[in-house]
């Protein structure tokens, strides 16, 4: 367990409408989309608690109530598993409630990540947070969140998770500029947003986790709109670099995109063959499901 004395809050920008996933987002948040049996945000506040952050703030909007009430006690739930003696089951709901302090704020206006990020001032203070984009599942077991913790701890700045990706990839995602540290870490120079592969300056794709100083929110205010009006955060970080330097911590592998629909179906797959319950008979399925004609 990766335990920073300096960063011990997150934030989750989750008010964004989750297009996507329509129709079955219409009427619930995405970020509640089961993979496996969990809503997807479940898996990042257990990743924010594995790595010793209990103070998490979710940034909603409307129609997000079910966010709220997933994380807080159902005492009639409660009592019906009680009296029914289903122990597991209560234990379970219980600790959802009692895992994390998740606060609530919401975003009035869908304008950008920056300024999700930005609402988020208030509650953190001049302390470096953590932000954790709920679209990004990483595997308990990848370190990913851990690693970055660490190189803040030993660098005192900003970190970003930066993913090897494919040539023709990379214009789905942010692209630095960078130059090695150390094993697994870079030192950032520039950033280019969605780039064409003949322009990207690297194959590093920025991805949804971020260790930031608390000196992105005046980063964020020197920001000007982009497309849409609205402040991305990647912008803000190029602001950023002009006032302290941002690493970036560099992996191949332990991340599902939950807002793409085909890395949505290999998460739950992923997820499912890896327990214990489901495992054995889920891959006996779909070892005889590939042989059908």
């Keep these: 367990m990766a335990l920073s004395p300096a960063v011990n809050k997150a934030v989750i920008p989750a008010a964004g409408l989750g297009t996507r996933f329509l129709p079955a987002a219409k009427a619930q948040p995405k970020e509640m989309l089961p993979l496996v049996d969990k809503p997807s945000i479940q898996y990042v506040v257990e990743e924010a608690v594995q790595n010793g952050i209990t103070d998490i703030l979710v940034i909603t909007g409307r129609g997000k109530r079910s966010l709220e009430d997933h994380f807080d006690r159902s005492f009639e739930l409660e009592y019906r598993l009680e009296q029914s003696g289903k122990q597991r089951e209560l234990d379970q709901m219980r600790a959802i409630a009692e895992m994390a302090t998740i606060h609530y704020v919401r975003q009035g206006e869908p304008l950008g990540l920056g300024h999700a990020v930005s609402v988020a001032r208030q509650h953190v203070g001049d302390q470096p947070f953590v932000v954790m984009l709920p679209d990004d599942i990483m595997h308990p077991t990848s370190g990913i969140l851990e690693g970055m913790l660490a190189a803040h701890d030993r660098h005192q700045a900003s970190v970003l998770a930066l993913m090897h990706v494919r040539p023709e990839e990379i214009s789905s995602y942010g692209s630095v500029a960078a130059e090695p540290v150390e094993a697994s870490l870079v030192r950032v120079h520039d950033l280019v947003e969605k780039p064409a592969p003949e322009d990207a300056p690297s194959n590093l794709g920025v991805m949804g986790r971020y260790v930031l100083t608390p000196a ?78």
Excluded: S
């Excluded at 609205?230 to 330097?245: H, M, N, R, S």
């Design 216 to 293: 992105i929110f005046d980063a964020i205010a020197r920001t000007k709109p982009g497309r849409g009006g609205e402040v991305q955060l990647t912008d803000a970080i190029k602001v950023l670099l002009d006032a302290e330097p941002v690493y970036g911590y560099t992996f191949r592998e332990g991340r599902f995109d939950a807002g793409n629909k085909l890395d949505y179906l290999r998460a739950t797959v992923e997820l499912a063959l890896e327990r214990d319950d489901l495992g054995p008979p889920f891959r006996a399925y779909l070892e005889e499901r590939v042989r059908r004609p």
